[in-house]
C-alpha cells in the first residue's frame, strides 16, 4: 500500500494505480537506486516524464502510452504538467552588468572536471587562499537551484564566472564573486557534465564556447558570452545513453566520453539485455562535426542465448566511460578508465585503463584490474532472470584517471576503484601494473567512487564503502549509519600509505552515512572532501587532520531567491579557484539527502 499523505490531481488517479503495479515495488521499498517516493514528490513532472521517455526508465516503461506516462509522472510528483514550474532565473537574480567574457591565461581557473587536462583535480595556484587561511571559510553566497532535490553537476569555474547545470536542464553562468546570474541556458534535459570553457578558432574579436553534455546522449556547444546556442549535436542513438563525464577540450577538438543507465534497464527479464557500448566522440569544437567515435568494446554485441523465459541476450555490452578523459600531449594520447560488462561474454577492455590514439581513437594499448565482471541489476534483485552467469562484483571504475609525474622521472596514471583498491599504471610502458594499494571493502556504490585528487607527493582517497545501495528514509541500521568514508593519503611513487583519517560519526539525521562517495580536490596544503553525511571537511595535507568542517544540511537564504536546502555531498566535488571555495549540496542516487544548492565560500565570508 501507498503510504501518501499528499493531495494528487484529479487526472493523477489512474496514474495511482500505474505506479503501484509498475513503480511501487522499487521506489516504496527503496530498492536499487530508486528515489524513494517522498523524494519524487519533490520533483517536477516534467522530469519525471523525462527519466520515463529518455532517462534511465525508459525500458521500464516502454510497454506503457504515451498517456500512462503522463499520468506515472503526474502521480509521482504531485502535480499536473498543466501547473506551471518555471526554472528560469527572476529578475532580480540577474547581474546588473556583464562584462566582456575572458580567458586570461595568468588568472588561476578550474575547467572541467579535473581542473586540467591530468584530472588531478588540484589548484596549484592559491591566489588569495592559502593553507592557514582554511580555517577561516566561511559562506558567502548560496544559489538555489529551481526544481530539483540534488545538485549533482560538475562546476567550472573561468574567467570569473561560475558554470554549472542542474537536473532540471539549466545551465548557468553566474558570476563567481556574487551569484548573480549572467545566463541561463534550457538544455531541456538534464545536464550532470562539468562545462569545459575554451576559445573557438583564432579570430577576432575572439569567441569562447562552454561545452557540455546532457542525459539524453548530447553534446553541446554554447555562446559563453550569451548563452546562445552553437550546435547540439547526438554522440550516441542508444535510447538509455547519457553524458555523465565530463567533455574535454584540446587543440580545436572536443572529447566526449559516453555512459548509459542500461544496467539497470537491463534488469527486465522481458528486456534483450543488452547492446549498449561505451565510447569515447571526437568532435570538431567549431561545428560539432565528429571526426572518430571509438568503442570501449570493438566487438559488436551478438545474440548470445536466451533467459528462462525465452528472452534474447545479447553480448559483449557495457564498457561505459563514466568519467573525464585525461589527454597526454606527450604521447598524442587519450586516458579513459572503463565500467563493467552489462552481459555475458565478458570483455576484456571492461574495468580497464584504456589508451587511445588522439587523432584516430584507436585503442593503443589497455589495462583490466578485474575480469568477468558483467552485471546487471537484477543481480541484486529477487527475479534474477536477466543477471550474467559471471554475476560480476560490480566493481567497475567511476573515477578518472589522473596523470601525474613521479619523483624518479616516471610517470604513472592513478585512480581508485570500486573494489577498494587505488591502481597505478605506467602509460609508457603499455599500461604496465606500478602498484596496487586497498584502502577499503569495496562494493557497488564503492570503494573509491568518483575520483582522487593529487599533488607533487601524493594521491588523496576518499572511501565510499557505502553500506547498503539506497537506504531509505525510514530507519537505518547502525551498520548502515556509521559504515564507510575516511579519507587517504597514499605516496605517488609506490602507493605506501601517508595518512589515514577515519570517518567522523554519524548523527541521527535520516538518511545520514558517513561515506564519501564525491570526488576530492587539493590545493597546496590542504585536500577537501564532502560526504553523505552532508559535511564539507578540509584535511592538512601533511597529516590529515581535519582543519575545517562545514555541514551543509540546512536552508539556505539565496541570491537568487530560489528555496534551498543542503543534503549529502556526492558527485563531483569542490572546486577551489581565485582565493574560494565552491561545492554544490543534494545527492539522493545513493541514498542520500536531497539538495537543491551551489555554496560559496570565502575567507571570512568577505
Known amino acids: 500500500?501507498?503510504?501518501?499523505?499528499?493531495?494528487?490531481?484529479?487526472?493523477?488517479?489512474?496514474?495511482?494505480?500505474?505506479?503501484?503495479?509498475?513503480?511501487?515495488?522499487?521506489h516504496n521499498r527503496g530498492v536499487d537506486r530508486a528515489p524513494s517516493f517522498a523524494v519524487l514528490r519533490k520533483m517536477s513532472p516534467q522530469h519525471i516524464l523525462e527519466v520515463l521517455e529518455f532517462g534511465s526508465m525508459v525500458s521500464m516503461t516502454h510497454g506503457r502510452t504515451t498517456a500512462e506516462r503522463r499520468a506515472m509522472a503526474e502521480f509521482a510528483s504531485g502535480r499536473s504538467l498543466g501547473d506551471p514550474f518555471s526554472?528560469?532565473?527572476?529578475?532580480?537574480?540577474?547581474?546588473?552588468?556583464?562584462?566582456?567574457?575572458?580567458?586570461?591565461?595568468?588568472?588561476?581557473?578550474?575547467?572541467?572536471?579535473?581542473?586540467?587536462?591530468?584530472?588531478?583535480?588540484?589548484?596549484?595556484?592559491?591566489?588569495?587562499?592559502?593553507?592557514?587561511d582554511v580555517p577561516r571559510l566561511k559562506l558567502k553566497w548560496a544559489f538555489g537551484l529551481p526544481g530539483d532535490?540534488?545538485?549533482?553537476?560538475?562546476?567550472?569555474?573561468?574567467?570569473?564566472?561560475?558554470?554549472?547545470?542542474?537536473?532540471?536542464?539549466?545551465?548557468?553562468?553566474?558570476?563567481?564573486?556574487?551569484?548573480?546570474?549572467?545566463?541561463?541556458?534550457?538544455?531541456?534535459?538534464?545536464?550532470?557534465?562539468?562545462?569545459?570553457?575554451?576559445?573557438?578558432?583564432?579570430?577576432?574579436?575572439?569567441?569562447?564556447?562552454?561545452?557540455?553534455?546532457?542525459?539524453?546522449?548530447?553534446?553541446?556547444?554554447?555562446?559563453?558570452?550569451?548563452?546562445?546556442?552553437?550546435?547540439?549535436?547526438?554522440?550516441?542513438?542508444?535510447?538509455?545513453?547519457?553524458?555523465?563525464?565530463?567533455?574535454?577540450?584540446h587543440r580545436g577538438r572536443l572529447y566526449v566520453p559516453v555512459s548509459s543507465s542500461e544496467e539497470g534497464a537491463g534488469s527486465l527479464p522481458d528486456y534483450e539485455c543488452c547492446k549498449f557500448r561505451g565510447s569515447v566522440v571526437a568532435l570538431d569544437a567549431a561545428t560539432g562535426k565528429q571526426i572518430w567515435k571509438s568503442y570501449t568494446i570493438p566487438e559488436e554485441p551478438k545474440p548470445f542465448r536466451k533467459n528462462a523465459l525465452?528472452?534474447?541476450?545479447?553480448?559483449?555490452?557495457?564498457?561505459?566511460?563514466?568519467?573525464?578523459?585525461?589527454?597526454?600531449?606527450?604521447?598524442?594520447?587519450?586516458?579513459?578508465?572503463?565500467?563493467?560488462?552489462?552481459?555475458?561474454?565478458?570483455?576484456?577492455?571492461?574495468?580497464?585503463?584504456?589508451?587511445?590514439?588522439?587523432?584516430?581513437?584507436?585503442?593503443?594499448?589497455?589495462?583490466?584490474?578485474?575480469?568477468?565482471?558483467?552485471?546487471?541489476s537484477a543481480c541484486r534483485l529477487t527475479d534474477k532472470t536477466n543477471c550474467p552467469e559471471v554475476n560480476g562484483p560490480d566493481f567497475d571504475f567511476?573515477?578518472?584517471?589522473?596523470?601525474?609525474?613521479?619523483?624518479?622521472?616516471?610517470?604513472?596514471?592513478?585512480?581508485?576503484?570500486?573494489?577498494?583498491?587505488?591502481?597505478?599504471?605506467?602509460?609508457?610502458?603499455?599500461?604496465?601494473?606500478?602498484?596496487?594499494?586497498?584502502?577499503?571493502?569495496?562494493?557497488?556504490?564503492?570503494g573509491v567512487q568518483w575520483g582522487s585528487a593529487a599533488d607533487q607527493q601524493n594521491v588523496y582517497v576518499a572511501l565510499s564503502d557505502l553500506g547498503r545501495v539506497m537506504l531509505t528514509y525510514t530507519q537505518f541500521t547502525d551498520a548502515d549509519r556509521n559504515r564507510g568514508g575516511g579519507m587517504f593519503a597514499l605516496r605517488l611513487s609506490d602507493g605506501a600509505q601517508v595518512w589515514h583519517t577515519p570517518p567522523a560519526p554519524c548523527d541521527s539525521r535520516p538518511r545520514c552515512s558517513p561515506a564519501q562517495s564525491g570526488a576530492v580536490s587539493a590545493m597546496p596544503g590542504a585536500a577537501f572532501s564532502g560526504s553523505l553525511d552532508g559535511h564539507i571537511?578540509?584535511?592538512?595535507?601533511?597529516?590529515?587532520?581535519?582543519?575545517?568542517?562545514?555541514?551543509?544540511?540546512r536552508e539556505y537564504e539565496t541570491v537568487n531567491g530560489v528555496p534551498a536546502r543542503g543534503g549529502s555531498l556526492d558527485g563531483p566535488g569542490p572546486v577551489i579557484v581565485g582565493g574560494m571555495m565552491f561545492v554544490n549540496s543534494g545527492y539522493t542516487v545513493d541514498g542520500g539527502m536531497p539538495g537543491n544548492v551551489v555554496l560559496a565560500f570565502s575567507i571570512d565570508g568577505q
Open 537 to 553: 571537511r578540509a584535511y592538512a595535507s601533511d597529516t590529515g587532520k581535519v582543519v575545517w568542517d562545514f555541514d551543509t544540511v
Open 310 to 376: 525465452g528472452t534474447q541476450l545479447w553480448g559483449p555490452s557495457g564498457g561505459a566511460v563514466w568519467s573525464s578523459p585525461v589527454v597526454d600531449e606527450s604521447r598524442n594520447a587519450l586516458y579513459v578508465t572503463t565500467g563493467n560488462n552489462y552481459s555475458d561474454p565478458a570483455s576484456m577492455t571492461s574495468d580497464a585503463f584504456l589508451a587511445m590514439d588522439l587523432e584516430t581513437g584507436k585503442i593503443i594499448w589497455s589495462h583490466q584490474v578485474t575480469a568477468r565482471d558483467a552485471y546487471v
Open 398 to 446: 567511476a573515477a578518472s584517471p589522473i596523470l601525474v609525474a613521479l619523483s624518479n622521472g616516471k610517470r604513472a596514471l592513478v585512480a581508485g576503484h570500486k573494489s577498494g583498491n587505488v591502481y597505478a599504471v605506467d602509460p609508457d610502458q603499455q599500461g604496465a601494473r606500478l602498484w596496487e594499494t586497498r584502502v577499503g571493502q569495496g562494493g557497488s556504490m564503492g
Open 87 to 132: 526554472i528560469a532565473p527572476a529578475p532580480k537574480a540577474m547581474c546588473r552588468t556583464s562584462p566582456a567574457f575572458s580567458l586570461d591565461a595568468s588568472q588561476p581557473v578550474w575547467n572541467g572536471f579535473g581542473q586540467n587536462l591530468t584530472n588531478a583535480r588540484y589548484q596549484p595556484t592559491t591566489s588569495g587562499l592559502a593553507a592557514a
Open 149 to 249: 532535490v540534488q545538485s549533482w553537476a560538475g562546476i567550472t569555474v573561468v574567467g570569473g564566472r561560475l558554470f554549472v547545470g542542474s537536473i532540471a536542464g539549466n545551465v548557468y553562468s553566474l558570476d563567481a564573486r556574487t551569484g548573480c546570474v549572467h545566463w541561463a541556458f534550457d538544455a531541456g534535459v538534464i545536464v550532470r557534465t562539468a562545462i569545459s570553457v575554451g576559445r573557438l578558432g583564432s579570430g577576432e574579436p575572439a569567441q569562447h564556447a562552454a561545452f557540455f553534455g546532457d542525459a539524453r546522449g548530447n553534446a553541446y556547444a554554447v555562446d559563453v558570452a550569451t548563452g546562445r546556442l552553437l550546435w547540439k549535436v547526438s554522440v550516441e542513438s542508444h535510447p538509455t545513453a547519457r553524458l555523465t563525464g565530463s567533455p574535454v577540450l
Open 1 to 26: 500500500m501507498l503510504a501518501l499523505g499528499f493531495a494528487t490531481p484529479a487526472l493523477a488517479q489512474d496514474g495511482g494505480a500505474l505506479f503501484k503495479e509498475h513503480c511501487a515495488s522499487c
